[in-house]
């Protein structure tokens, strides 16, 4: 949000103001005042405030979202549990989950869980068949007949619906050129948008994700191996199999320049 205040002159405020939810809307650009709110964080928490006002109003511009970033920033969500983005993203996990959800152009607001889910695959341990398992390996959980983690529940190996997703990526911003493969089991093409995001950032928009393995792909020819080839066309034939199991493949060369 680009804006020049003139001294003397009406300062614009932000739109919709009136309707964010807030009790009363703080103007960024008036004096401070003895009765404001004193809140007492760190360095690295404000810093979190800054990257995902960042992410959004990088976001709105580049799609030409018809609304004010700082309006977004204002608005209680249910992203943060009813709470607005200035306040939760103090927080580390309602950060994640305001880049992602701008990063990803998952929409402007979404079930916390969901985004969750997309950055749980880090800590999720697999059984022998290549399904997720509890983040301590529990069994399957007799009442619901599938595992349960800090996230979501996974129904019954036979069942589990994980299959092989490779995405190729070519991404430069000027300064360095990015070429990167990745091959993991995943249920969606969403959940390994998520995984790319958390390894390579916002480029990973530019990923092309697709289920199953291509090995007639250029970039997959000049980047993945003879023998990598060969397992990753065993495992897009049967995702099941014990070589699957806790697949997570990601090969990178960048030229800077």
Known sequence: MNMTATKGAARPKTPAAANIGSPAYLDPLDDD????????TTRRAISRIALVAAETAGRFQREGVPHDAMTWMLAPLALFSGSNALEACLDRDACLRGILIHGLSLGLDADPMTIDA??????????DVGCELS??????????????SNVLSFPEPTACGLRLFTATLVASDGFETVQAFHASLAMDEVEVAGRLYCRIGAAAADAKILKGFDPTDPLVA????????????????????????????????????
């Open 118 to 127: 997309l950055t749980a695959d880090d800590d999720t341990a697999y059984d």
């Open 33 to 40: 005042r003895p009765g404001d709110d004193v809140v007492v």
């Open 222 to 257: 000049a980047l993945v191996s003879d023998v990598m080839c060969d397992t990753l066309a065993l495992i897009a034939a049967e995702p099941t199999s014990p070589i699957a199991a806790g697949l997570d493949v990601n090969i990178e060369q960048r030229f800077y320049g």
């Open 135 to 148: 983040p301590h390996g529990f069994a399957p959980d007799a009442a619901t007949g599938g595992f349960r």
